[in-house]
């Protein structure tokens, strides 16, 4: 059986597959009964796309997989915690547990800013756990942002 560590070590490989292609590094997967259904990394500026975070890229390949957009009995694992537009889309989607690596003090919207999972209002509550491979997933953000505002100092 793959634990959680596995599948956001699955998740960071596909975070470091976005870097090299000059994208946020976020990678994230979708899994039910124990088989990767979906998986995705951030392409919003490859795509000219804003709505292609890595979490919906893997919910679409998903949804497609399963020939349904509800993903029930899912669970997604992602690098860094949601923002507002992909934590409403996984409830939309019904997405039963959200795994994430990174808390995002900036944009998370599952705890660290808002937290649109425990919203009362809403009729969907996606169970979620946070930190799992958090230094890693955090330092892989730092180092592509570190390396990021070198390249720039350097020009």
């Known amino acids: 059986m793959t634990t959680d ?7 960071l490989d ?10 946020v590094p976020v990678g994230a997967i979708v899994v039910k009964d124990g088989v990767i259904i979906g998986r995705g990394s951030n392409t919003p500026i490859g795509l000219h796309d804003p709505t292609a975070h890595a979490e919906i890229m893997a ?3 998903a949804a497609t997989y399963l020939g349904n957009y509800r993903l029930v009995d899912c669970i997604l694992y992602v690098t860094l915690e949601p923002c507002a537009m992909c ?15 990174a808390s995002d003090l900036k944009t ?8 649109l999972m425990a919203e009362p209002k809403l009729n969907h509550h996606t169970q979620v ?12 953000l730092s180092d ?10 350097l020009l």
């Open 5 to 11: 560590l596995e599948y956001m070590q699955i998740a």
């Open 14 to 23: 596909l975070a470091q597959q976005a870097a090299s292609m000059g994208e």
């Open 59 to 61: 919910m679409r390949e």
């Open 87 to 101: 934590s409403g889309a996984m409830q939309h989607a019904r997405i039963a547990k959200l795994v994430y690596g």
């Open 108 to 115: 998370g919207a599952c705890g660290s800013v808002v937290n």
């Open 129 to 140: 756990l946070g930190g799992i491979l958090a230094v890693e997933c955090g330092a892989v």
């Open 144 to 153: 592509f942002f570190k390396q990021r505002r070198l390249n720039k100092n």
